[in-house]
């Protein structure tokens, strides 16, 4: 029986599949999601058979991003500070000792544009838009966003996607190394296969060293400075401190 909600989990080979299923809500990120896929990921970590993570969705859109339908419970600014969702979600990613693979498709937004950039790899469908639309919302991007987006296609394109809001195809993002290989719906599996040959037959010990030494090579710097991050957010809502 499956323990998770909004995920459906299968280990196969050495393979931890992890597809999002929150279907009538085109997989919106609400509170109960973050914290399924936060928990998924830091057990996966723990777990000496799984090689390596694929994270997926089977419908039409990966994701739209932070459920801002979401009813909010009435918390006071404290409260919310204590808790963020999304960024414990995103550190479990990080933190992941294992290979992980982000296989995006359709609208892949905000929250789950971030959730993209903090797994090793991004394979795209060609009809993949990405976008960051919080600044219309009069937010600031929090996750970690920032960093990780800076990353992969520097600071220039990330003043550009962040501060305009708009969204882009893979087209668009193509010369800017956001994804590592694009896809058409036809030979989807074909696509992740070959990228999971490309790792799983290597020294599980030797990638995992490999890879925690790049992020901390990448991110030292971001950790420390971002860690105020969700802090400006909250500087941006009305929310009524008691």
Request: glycine share 6%; with cysteine.
């Amino acid at each position: 029986m499956n323990k998770y909600k909004y995920l459906k989990t299968e280990l196969k080979s050495g393979v931890f599949y992890i597809e999002l299923t929150r279907k009538k809500s085109m997989n919106a990120l609400n509170t109960a999601t973050l914290d399924e896929l936060k928990r998924v990921f830091l057990e996966a970590s723990k777990n000496s058979r799984i090689k390596m993570i694929i994270l997926h969705s089977n419908e039409k859109n990966f994701s739209a991003g932070a459920d801002i339908k979401e009813k909010q419970k009435k918390q006071n600014n404290l409260e919310r500070w204590q808790k963020n969702y999304g960024k414990e979600c995103i550190e479990a990613i990080l933190s992941s000792p294992q290979i992980t693979i982000c296989v995006t498709n359709g609208y892949t937004l905000g929250g789950a544009a971030v959730i993209a950039t903090a797994c090793d790899f991004r394979i795209g469908n060609k009809d993949t838009i990405i976008g960051y639309p919080e600044i219309i919302l009069g937010m600031n991007l929090n996750w970690l966003g920032l960093p990780l987006l800076q990353n992969l296609i520097g600071s220039s394109k990330t003043k550009e996607m962040v501060i305009s809001g708009s969204n882009y195809s893979t087209k668009e993002l193509e010369k800017y190394n956001f994804f590592d290989e694009l896809f058409d719906g036809d030979n989807k599996i074909e696509v992740i296969n070959k990228w999971i040959k490309k790792f799983k037959s290597r020294s599980p010990l030797a990638s995992q060293m490999i890879k925690r030494s790049i992020n901390v090579l990448a991110f030292h710097d971001a950790l420390a400075i971002m860690h105020m991050d969700y802090d400006q957010f909250l500087l941006t809502q009305n929310y009524l401190d008691s």
